[in-house]
């Protein structure tokens, strides 16, 4: 629940744009995450009757991730999740592969011992996931796991940018099956032994080929 007042709970009073930056959020990790498929509309009345919150921040937030590209505003027919072309999605696919393998090579040169720990840490939450058929947070540790790997990378304008490209491909990645989450993770791992052993090369490679094959299953079946 996202409030934006000061009600029977007696919460503090969330100020205008820190509440259009929680709807923001909540709507584009529903998004990406698989909640709100391409095509499904985004009724305005009902997303705010869920989260709680005035029409307002979330016509806003429709707004805010249109320009992401997450969103579509078509006349007469109101917002909708964006649906990729099949150009389109080859294009988003070459160019985050591109640039993780980029930032996979800079991670080799620069990557310190500590982050090698906390990356191998978030490995073994994720294999230990895997391991248990467990799906629940493994999202999230995904998305821990290329953080660190961007931290690695010791590039912030580079991280930025794969962070807005990871957003707007993630829904690329996420009907994924039980072996195809299997070979990520140990595709994850083997991207971590590269780097670890200073091969900048194969770890960018790894981290291309990495990208394009998770994708694989949505390039073949719908981007035709």
């Given at each position: 629940?996202v409030?934006?007042?000061?009600g029977?709970?007696g919460?503090?009073?969330?100020m205008?744009?820190?509440?259009s930056?929680?709807?923001?959020?909540?709507l584009?990790e529903?998004?990406?995450?698989?909640v709100?498929?391409?095509?499904?509309?985004l009724?305005e009345g009902?997303?705010?009757?869920?989260l709680?919150?005035s029409r307002?921040p979330v016509?806003?937030?429709?707004?805010a991730?249109?320009?992401?590209g997450?969103?579509?505003?078509?006349?007469?027919?109101?917002a909708?999740?964006?649906?990729?072309d099949p150009?389109?999605?080859?294009?988003?696919?070459?160019i985050?592969?591109?640039?993780?393998?980029?930032?996979?090579r800079?991670?080799?040169?620069?990557?310190?011992?500590?982050?090698?720990?906390?990356?191998?840490?978030?490995?073994?939450e994720?294999n230990?996931?895997?391991?248990a058929?467990?799906?629940?947070?493994?999202?999230?540790?995904n998305?821990?796991?290329?953080?660190?790997?961007?931290?690695?990378?010791?590039?912030a304008?580079?991280?930025?940018?794969?962070r807005?490209m990871?957003?707007?491909?993630r829904?690329?990645?996420?009907?994924?099956?039980d072996e195809?989450v299997?070979?990520t993770?140990?595709e994850?791992?083997?991207?971590?032994?590269?780097?670890q052993?200073?091969?900048?090369?194969?770890?960018?490679?790894?981290?291309?080929?990495?990208?394009?094959r998770?994708?694989?299953?949505?390039l073949?079946?719908?981007?035709?």
């Open positions: 629940m409030r934006g007042a000061t029977a709970n919460r503090e009073p969330i205008h744009q820190q509440l930056d929680l709807v923001i959020a909540r584009r529903s998004i990406t995450s698989g709100y498929k391409p095509g499904d509309r009724v009902r997303i705010a009757q869920e709680d919150v307002v016509r806003e937030a429709l707004r991730l249109a320009v992401e997450l969103v579509e505003v078509r006349p007469r027919h109101g909708v999740v964006a649906s990729f150009a389109t999605a080859r294009e988003l696919v070459q985050r592969a591109t640039l993780e393998g980029l930032n996979a800079l991670a080799a040169e620069h990557c310190t011992p500590e982050l090698v720990r906390r990356i191998e840490k978030v490995l073994q994720g230990a996931k895997v391991a058929g467990e799906t629940s947070g493994l999202l999230e540790l998305a821990r796991f290329h953080d660190l790997l961007y931290s690695a990378g010791a590039n304008m580079l991280a930025e940018l794969m807005s990871r957003d707007r491909s829904m690329l990645f996420v009907n994924a099956s195809e299997r070979i993770w140990e994850h791992a083997a991207i971590l032994r590269a780097v052993s200073g091969d900048a090369a194969f770890a960018a490679l790894l981290a291309e080929r990495h990208v394009t998770a994708a694989q299953y949505y073949d079946n719908i981007a035709r």
